[in-house]
């Protein structure tokens, strides 16, 4: 109200009001006046608060998205590393590169 009355006062004294006679009632339209741009202003920062927390919530869904993704690309990485036949002549080829089974032990060599 402080402010209404401080445009008004300030308006007064421009020569911008006074014309009519009725102070009261140019007095009381500055305070509303001035009540709705508060109301305005205070309206604005919640909107553009609203819009911040909204995007920070969308980068992080966003960013937990990506990370699901990921680990679900590791996961199916693995299983199909690790399906029977690719592990049998993986695990064939060691042994071959062994120079024999490995069920049949290791190798015992000559003592001298």
């Known amino acids: 109200m402080k402010q209404g009355k401080r445009d008004w006062e300030a308006a007064k004294a421009k020569g911008n009001y006074g014309a ?3 102070e009261e ?17 205070i309206e604005q920062r919640r909107r553009t608060i609203d819009r ?3 995007g920070f919530e969308q ?10 993704a990921k680990e679900r690309n590791e996961r199916d990485h693995d299983k199909r590393w690790r399906e029977g036949e690719r592990v049998d002549k993986r ?22």
């Open 20 to 22: 009519t006679g009725k």
């Open 52 to 54: 911040r927390k909204r």
């Open 59 to 68: 980068r992080e869904r966003a960013q937990e998205d990506e990370e699901k």
């Open 25 to 41: 009632d140019e007095l009381t339209q500055s305070q509303n006046k001035a009540t709705m741009k508060i109301f305005a202003e």
């Open 91 to 112: 695990v064939g080829n060691w042994r071959d590169f062994q120079g024999g089974d490995s069920s049949k032990g290791v190798k015992k060599g000559k003592l001298k």
